[in-house]
Nanobody
Framework: QVPLVESGGGLVQAGGSLRLSCAAS????????MGWFRQAPGKEREFVAG????????YYADSVKDRFTISRDNLKNTLNLQMNSLKPEDTAQYYC???????????????????WGQGTQVTVSS
């Protein structure tokens, strides 16, 4: 198992911004189709944003479209999520995910991903 380590979470007021980062620790390896999921207390885990296997397309949940931007540094194997215009309903634990072996599943499917980080907490106050 290759650990993915998230950083950048914290407490912010509604309307503010945060930038999450994810790095693959350990030896150099290839991780495909990285993305982000989140889970709020008492709610199911949900897809936030992600890349296609080719890395040329990005996907976003409707709830974050036009507010969040996902980006990736392929040379460094790092992933970022710029979150703007944050809302209290964005409060959740955010998880970085990645694929080791591509499978025919869409980016919103949790079972597509082989790697999951430990998560970083994002709290948005009203």
């Amino acid at each position: 198992q290759v650990p993915l380590v998230e950083s950048g979470g914290g407490l912010v007021q509604a309307g503010g911004s945060l930038r999450l980062s994810c790095a693959a620790s350990g030896r150099t390896f290839k991780v495909y189709a990285m993305g982000w999921f989140r889970q709020a207390p008492g709610k199911e885990r949900e897809f936030v944003a992600g890349f296609s296997y080719s890395g040329t397309s990005t996907y976003y949940a409707d709830s974050v479209k036009d507010r969040f931007t996902i980006s990736r540094d392929n040379l460094k194997n790092t992933l970022n999520l710029q979150m703007n215009s944050l809302k209290p309903e964005d409060t959740a634990q955010y998880y970085c995910v990645g694929v080791q072996t591509p499978v025919p599943l869409g980016p919103t499917r949790p079972d597509r991903y082989d790697y999951w980080g430990q998560g970083t907490q994002v709290t948005v106050s009203s």
